[in-house]
């Protein structure tokens, strides 16, 4: 069977939170697609509950050895098992709009990079979320009172879904991403190739997965285009335990100078 996309899911321990990504997968639109779990450790409870779980889609679970952040690896394997030609990544912690598939599907281009956004929820909603995956099509109704209450949900502009076809959707589609998010972003098996996977030279969190492929792709020539308010995602509250990015952006600045947007330590070693 030919696929329309491969849905690369990153992860590393949080079940919970995996399970309602995968329950919002019972809803997409776009039913043609395989799913890879690609889990930058090998936890047993992961193995266990991915056995479990109720799959409706052929599915791939990809693990490594836990060596500490190894993120851009486990994306470069995740490539390369893709059985697909369309390339769409996301987190373990975003829960998808039920047309998020299908709108990365319908305006995938070979010679274009698709970017789109995420809503930040706060504890209240995400809990929501967690006991109940149905309340991802209440979510709507749930932002706009946050909104109005100022909760702590960030980004609540970009969960509202807004049709391509009236006039504000025209101009919305107009947009141009202003950086990739690594949490929701597609392309082609080729474009990635061009560039010779995800770095793996990036051994911190953040910048390796998304800005280092924003200006590498943008130096190969690909055009962006923006998926908001069509492809939409909601990022589950949790604690967030960045550490300084100086590290990895002054690595990116390094290869910038140096126009390396094919990379060394890649799917291919050079």
């Given amino acids: 069977m030919k696929y329309k996309a491969s849905l690369i899911i990153s992860i590393y321990d949080n079940v919970s939170f995996l399970k309602v990504v995968l329950d919002s997968l019972m809803y997409q639109t776009e039913k ?23 799959f409706r889609n052929d599915y791939q679970h990809l693990t490594q ?66 006991e109940d995956s149905k309340e991802i099509f209440s979510m709507p109704s749930y932002l706009c009172k946050s909104l109005l209450l100022s ?48 770095d793996e030279d990036f051994i911190l969190p953040a910048i390796g997965e998304d800005a280092d492929l924003n200006w590498r792709f943008r130096a190969a020539g690909y055009q962006f285009r923006s998926v908001r308010n069509l492809a939409i995602q909601y990022h589950l509250f949790h604690k967030e335990n960045w550490k300084d ?12 100078a140096k126009n390396e947007f094919r990379c060394k330590n890649g799917l291919k070693k050079m």
């Fill in 65 to 130: 050895p836990d060596q500490g952040w190894r993120k851009e690896r486990a994306l470069n394997n995740a490539v390369k098992a893709a059985k697909s030609d369309w390339l769409i990544f996301i987190d373990g912690d975003c829960v998808l709009h039920p047309r998020f598939i299908e709108w990365h599907v319908k305006m995938a281009d070979e010679n274009c990079i698709l970017g789109g956004n995420r809503v930040k929820l706060n504890q209240k909603l995400s809990l929501k979320l967690l």
């Fill in 151 to 198: 909760e702590g949900t960030r980004h609540i502009e970009e969960g509202f879904y807004v049709s391509p076809d009236n006039i504000l959707g025209r101009l919305l589609n107009k947009r141009k991403p202003r950086g990739l998010i690594g949490s929701n972003m597609s392309f082609s098996r080729k474009a990635i190739e061009d560039l010779n996977g995800f």
């Fill in 32 to 54: 043609n697609y395989e799913i890879i779990i690609s889990e930058d450790a090998e936890f047993s409870e992961v193995a266990k509950f991915v056995r479990s779980y109720p």
């Fill in 245 to 256: 990015q100086s590290e990895n952006a002054a690595l990116m600045e390094l290869k910038i």
